[in-house]
């Protein structure tokens, strides 16, 4: 079982700078791919980028490539998403989720097969 606790979310003028933590209880966070997801009022959750339990792989949805960065420090149980050059269209819930150890790579990058969910963090992309 892993708990998932975003921080760093807020409030930030368009063309601003935010970075979303997600610190994970557990001593086998190293093996998990992770993954953020956001939902914007009214809109179904989607994907927005992923990294794998190494972090030699990371993949991006289109929206975000370019300005958005997953990391991840297995030695602090966290994985981080600096989110720069946000947009109004960025406003939304963030939320980190967890992949257990064997998921498919393809899978994940499609937003599926994750196992464990945060409550999420709020950020809010003023025009």
């Known amino acids: 079982q892993v708990q998932l606790v975003e921080s760093g979310g807020g409030l930030v003028q368009t063309g601003g700078s935010l970075r979303l933590s997600c610190a994970a209880s557990?001593?086998?966070?190293?093996?998990?791919?992770m993954g953020w997801f956001r939902q914007a009022p009214g809109k179904e959750r989607e994907f927005v980028a992923a990294?794998?339990?190494?972090?030699?792989?990371?993949n991006y949805a289109d929206s975000v490539k370019g300005r958005f960065t997953i990391s991840r420090d297995n030695a602090k149980n966290t994985v981080y998403l600096q989110m720069n050059s946000l947009k109004p269209e960025d406003t939304a819930v963030y939320y980190c989720a967890a992949a257990r150890s064997g998921r498919s790579w393809a899978d994940l990058i499609q937003g599926v097969r994750y196992d464990y969910w945060g409550q999420g963090t709020q950020v809010t992309v003023s025009a």
């Open positions: 557990g001593r086998t966070f190293s093996s998990y791919a």
């Open positions: 990294i794998s339990w190494s972090g030699g792989s990371t």
